[in-house]
């Protein structure tokens, strides 16, 4: 038995959700992170790249799992974390990954700094600096759509409470 087409419903849900801000800003968060722990890992790292390396791969892999349980709208499978506590989840994950991207910055910065004298044409050795110059960039547009993503979602959230109260 063949298996049957998605529903017109759900296939416009789904094209709903990815039309959405939050699932626009979504796929550019996974995007940029994969973007982040690939130039890492495809290159030599040492001590605290490794930070950096954890931060992306972390936060990536959990924004995938938040993506697809929103775009499949499976949320209320998840326990304790699902159904009417969804909300919160998504700005919780969004809180944490922009307060830890912002060390990740200051790393990625201070690595780049430190190998900034070879970047001269004669020098003949291994430089990485234009994979930390990567690197850093990569961790600010991974923060800055963190940071994006809470603001919309804090709005929202305003927004939704603004509405729901009952002048007395």
């Not at 909300?87 to 990740?104: G, M, S, W």
């Amino acid at each position: 038995m063949p298996p049957q087409p998605p529903q017109p419903q759900v296939r416009r849900n789904i094209l709903k959700f990815l039309k959405s801000f939050l699932g626009i800003i979504r796929i550019l968060q996974i995007l940029f992170g994969a973007g982040l722990w690939v130039t890492i890992a495809a290159n030599k790292y040492e001590g605290s790249i490794h930070f950096v390396l954890f931060v992306a791969v972390l936060f990536w892999l959990l924004t995938l799992a938040l993506f697809f349980l929103t775009l499949l709208d499976k949320q209320d499978l998840v326990p304790i974390l699902g159904g009417e506590r969804w909300f919160l989840t998504n700005l919780a994950h969004d809180v944490a990954a922009t307060v830890l991207y912002l060390p990740a910055i200051g790393v990625m910065i201070y690595k780049t700094d430190r190998n900034s004298y070879c970047n001269l044409e004669q020098y003949k050795h291994l430089c990485l600096y234009k994979i930390y110059l990567t690197a850093a960039v990569f961790a600010c547009l991974c923060c800055l759509a963190y940071l994006l993503s809470v603001i919309y979602e804090a709005c929202r959230k305003c927004r939704e409470e603004q509405t729901t109260q009952v002048p007395i």
